[in-house]
């Protein structure tokens, strides 16, 4: 089986693509910028908004992992948009099966970004096509990537009413690629981190992994998106979890010596996917999900 992958290079996309390779899928991967391919993983040009590339992207493919999203900060343009187009092509090449990752409280809570991930959601159940949705808490390097970004500050307020249920990357990609074992569920599904866990404690922890001192003064963070996570509406109680916490993923064990492809063939350490930190993307588009800045093709 051949599965396109788009947001490739975003944080679940490295971890995905290795993921897929792994269980011994043929990966074709989308991108804006262009790069060389290797043994494992077809690398090909293409624009989700503009179409351009689309159609030899998804030429002889047999489903699509559609990971590419501008997060909170980009409008839309790629879940609603590029959504539309992507489908638009999938009918055209005949792919049966298109498995969409999404966001835990999409359909409970459309707010801000996650009204566009509800849109997306909704385009594909009515797309005609074989679909499967997949809505996910946030990740652990995710969030990760947010505290660092605050740490400049002297302080870090935290509004400890709030529940976080952060899950790894790592744990999601596994999970999707299992999905495309039993072809389209036509179905949204739900996928968690392991425990709930207050700002103050997610916030402390962090702090004391990355050797930070800094004041916590108790603040009531604003805004509709903020009230429905207090109310406990992007948290999930599906089945299966994932296994690694907060705590577990600051504080890992020391790696064991493995020949075990996924920790050998991830992305260079200077991919976006592992400095996400370095890639101008993340201003440009808003997100952690592989939707790069636009190139000349």
């Not at 090909?44 to 900060?73: M, N, Q, Y």
């Not at 489908?87 to 498995?99: D, M, N, R, S, Y």
């Amino acid at each position: 089986m051949r599965i396109l992958v788009t947001g490739a290079t975003g944080t679940l996309g490295g971890a995905l693509v290795p993921a897929l390779v792994k269980e011994g899928y043929q990966v074709r991967a989308l991108s804006r910028a262009k790069r060389d391919s290797t043994a494992h993983v077809e690398w090909i040009w293409g624009d989700l908004v503009s179409g351009k590339g689309l159609d030899e992207a998804l030429r002889e493919v047999d489903a699509i992992a559609h990971l590419a999203t501008s997060g909170p900060r980009g409008r839309g343009v790629v879940d609603v948009p590029g959504t539309r187009m992507l489908i638009a092509a999938a009918h055209a090449a005949g792919v049966p099966h298109l498995l969409f990752t999404s966001v835990v409280g999409s359909d409970r809570a459309a707010v801000g970004y996650l009204a566009h991930k509800l849109e997306a959601e909704r385009l594909i159940a009515e797309s005609g096509l074989g679909w499967t949705v997949l809505r996910a808490t946030p990740f652990h390097q995710s969030l990760d990537r947010r505290l660092k970004d605050f740490s400049a500050l002297p302080a870090l307020p935290v509004d400890r009413s709030l529940p976080w249920q952060p899950v790894h990357s790592g744990e999601v990609a596994a999970r999707v690629a299992g999905l495309f074992a039993g072809g389209p569920l036509r179905t949204e599904i739900e996928y968690g981190g392991p425990q709930v866990i207050d700002t103050e404690e997610l916030v402390k922890t962090w702090l004391r992994a990355r050797d930070l001192r800094r004041p916590c003064p108790p603040v009531r963070y604003p805004g509709r998106l903020y009230a429905a996570q207090r109310a406990g509406d992007l948290l999930t109680d599906a089945t299966p979890k994932g296994e690694i916490t907060w705590h577990d993923y600051l504080f890992p064990p020391p790696p064991d010596p493995s020949d075990d492809f996924a920790s050998e063939h991830t992305a260079s350490p200077t991919s976006p996917a592992n400095q996400p930190e370095y890639d101008p993307d993340l201003h440009v588009y808003g997100g952690d999900e592989g939707y790069e800045r636009p190139t000349r093709g």
